[in-house]
């Protein structure tokens, strides 16, 4: 018996129980149905073989390590790969970044130590007892608060997703693995106060219409965010997936605008200049902006649009063997939750839906899922987000005849893979 049938890729489609049963890929499916007499003298010879069943493996032979020898928990010695993504040609007290190393990831939230970097004078060290935040400009009460008077506010908590506005750059799709394309992008449980009500507490003037928001690294970084978001779900944020926030993420305070570009949740904060025009820092003249076609550039942009990529199989990885492999991936949209995940394996011709993870969560990430029989061919697989307002990620030639070649920021293109018939996988925009 067969699971249901995919029509549109005439492949069949199997249950979690078939796949289990019938998959000789898998070491069960070997123990249930036998391995061919190659594959277990395969078996034998391997490195380790005497801690493979039936025998009795060496790390149930003494007790393991103590408890004490590790004050902060880190991961096993076998997962040190797991790490940031770090350019070795960046000097890391400039503009510098770190990328999250999305194919080594499951779920959605983006352990701290793994979480993206973007810093632009280095990481400064803040004592938390000498840092303030200062509230002035248009308000009837200007305050200078400390970290024990934000704490005191009532807290919240929320799932969001953030991502740098450079990733990727517009026209340069180079890189082999999804962590290159896309690694500046993570998901964290953020935790904090609501903005609205720290200007509630000063009382914002009806002439109010920009909040400028500036960092206390030697940048000095300076956003201005419009007051009708500071009102809705900004956030200044002192931790993050249950721990003070650390200091490359902007330790004690940052600010927290779901779906705005990376660059505009200002890390270290220490300013907050309510104003009736914006700043026009350098970080939203020359910076941060897009230059069009006609020589205008787009200003302000704000919101990341929705975007995906496959995160397995994709680039630097390998199939082993044809058969049943499920693509996975995540999607995001800086306008809300993700509504739908199309996922195409015949190089875009047609398009399966994916399953969604739950939760779906608004301006978080969403994993998606799609069970795959792959029949050892060249294959180009890739995967395309929309969200609950529409918008469909577009394909990069798409996105290159609105905007023509001159931007470098705002990239929310579609990104294959090419898989060959060897298993190798590799980018296919490339």
């Known amino acids: 018996m067969t699971g249901p049938t995919d029509a549109e890729n005439e492949l069949p489609v199997p249950s979690r129980r ?8 898998l070491v ?10 190659g594959e277990v003298q395969a078996a034998t010879d391997a490195a380790g073989a005497d801690n493979l069943p039936p025998n009795i493996p060496e790390w149930m032979k003494a007790p393991g390590e103590a408890m004490g020898s590790q004050l902060y928990g880190t991961p096993s010695a076998f997962e040190k790969g797991v790490v940031k993504n770090i350019p070795k ?18 779920g959605i939230i983006t352990p701290n130590g793994l979480f993206y970097e973007r810093h632009h004078a280095g990481v400064p060290t803040i004592d938390p007892a000498q840092h303030r935040l200062m509230l002035h400009g248009l308000v009837d009460k200007p305050l200078i608060f400390t970290m024990e008077d934000i704490r005191r506010f009532p807290s919240q908590s929320r799932i969001y997703f953030l991502e740098c506005s450079g990733n990727p750059v517009y026209t340069k799709p180079y890189g082999k693995t999804a962590s290159d394309l896309v690694g500046l992008l993570s998901c964290a449980e953020w935790t904090g106060v609501s903005l609205k009500l720290v200007l509630q507490e000063v009382g914002v003037q009806p002439s109010a219409k920009w909040v ?15 007051i009708e978001k500071c009102l809705d779900d900004a956030m200044l944020v002192y931790s993050q997936n249950g721990e003070r926030l650390r200091p490359q993420q902007g330790y004690p305070l940052r600010l927290l605008l779901p779906g705005y570009e990376g660059n505009m949740n200002v890390k270290w904060l220490r300013r907050l200049h309510v104003t009736a025009e914006p700043a026009y820092s350098r970080e939203e003249t020359s910076k941060y902006t897009d230059l069009m076609p006609d020589g205008t550039a787009r200003e302000f942009t704000f919101y990341m649009e929705a975007k995906s990529i496959i995160t397995r199989p994709s680039g630097g990885q390998r199939l082993i063997s044809p058969g049943f492999h499920e693509i996975s991936g995540i999607a995001w949209s800086g306008r809300g939750k993700i509504k739908r995940v199309d996922v195409s394996v015949d190089d875009g011709k047609s398009w399966r839906e994916a399953e969604l993870q739950e939760p779906v969560l608004t301006r978080a990430l969403t994993r998606f899922r799609l069970p795959w029989q792959w029949n050892g061919e060249a294959a180009v697989i890739q995967s395309r987000a929309i969200d609950e307002t529409g918008y469909v990620q577009p394909t990069l030639a798409e996105l290159l005849a609105v905007r023509g070649d001159n931007s470098f920021y705002h990239n929310n293109a579609i990104w294959p893979w090419r898989i060959a018939s060897s298993g190798e996988v590799t980018n296919a925009a490339a």
């Open 18 to 25: 078939h796949f289990l049963r019938d998959s000789g890929a």
């Open 28 to 37: 069960g499916g070997a123990i249930l149905g036998g391995l061919a007499s």
């Open 89 to 106: 040609n960046l000097p890391q007290y400039l503009s510098a970044s770190g990328r999250t190393p999305l194919q080594e990831l499951d």
């Open 212 to 226: 400028v928001a500036e960092g206390a690294d030697a940048a000095a970084l300076t956003r201005s965010v419009p």
